[in-house]
T-cell receptor, first 109, second 117 residues
């Protein structure tokens, strides 16, 4: 079993839709939770970072962490075609990040 | 502030050769980590360096090695290349200070795309 499991997708939504991206993890020692966005042939770009249960909002993006269920989510409101990318969840502890396999999102105009 | 830079951006090698990739972290960042990204295995942690010392290591064979210089720049080396080493190699830097905390937020470079023929 992988330490981090990410809903595989791919996901295709119309512009303006609310997108939900999800990951589960198995190791309760994980302390830091991150979401990255990766465009084709580019390095991952950090979107959200949190270390506590609850919600963290940044513009159209909301990261949600439920440590009791070992479940993390990223919500994108009013999705735009420019949001089309692969989204990676990452869980970090003691200097090592473990990534999900990524969910590819396409937002159609 | 300049981001993480990696050189070269693209590389083609043949089996059995060795390769050295370079990474310059964000100014002030002393922690540098390396990752391998492939379609089949995703993003996998190779190793982390801080203050010229390897602090963490992933599950890769000894053919993969790295080092860090006093200016925090880092290199990774892969010897005796295999076809399966074809991948995007990513470097990330952070303000993390092993053992004493610090911001764990990692910032990635654009990667070096290695093709082994």
């Amino acid at each position: 079993q992988k330490e981090v499991e990410q809903d595989p997708g791919p996901l295709s939504v119309p512009e303006g839709a609310i997108v939900s991206l999800n990951c589960t993890y198995s190791n309760s020692a994980f302390q830091y939770f991150m979401w990255y966005r990766q465009y084709s042939r580019k390095g991952p770009e950090l979107l959200m970072y949190t270390y506590s249960s609850g919600n963290k909002e940044d513009g159209r993006f909301t990261a949600q962490v439920d440590k009791s269920s070992k479940y993390i989510s990223l919500f994108i409101r009013d999705s735009q075609p420019s949001d089309s990318a692969t989204y990676l969840c990452a869980i970090r502890n003691a200097g090592k990040s473990t990534f999900g396999d990524g969910t590819t999102l396409t937002v159609k105009p | 502030k300049a981001g993480v830079t990696q050189t070269p951006r693209y590389l083609i090698k043949t089996r059995g050769q060795q390769v050295t990739l370079s990474c310059s972290p964000i100014s002030g960042h002393r922690s540098v980590s390396w990752y391998q990204q492939t379609p089949g295995q995703g993003l996998q942690f190779l190793f982390e360096y801080f203050s010229e010392t390897q602090r963490n290591k992933g599950n890769f064979p000894g053919r993969f090695s790295g080092r860090q210089f006093s200016n925090s720049r880092s290199e990774m080396n892969v010897s005796t290349l295999e076809l399966g080493d074809s991948a995007l190699y990513l470097c990330a830097s952070s303000l993390r200070r092993p053992g004493t905390g610090g911001d764990e937020t990692q910032y990635f470079g654009p990667g070096t795309r290695l093709l082994v023929l």
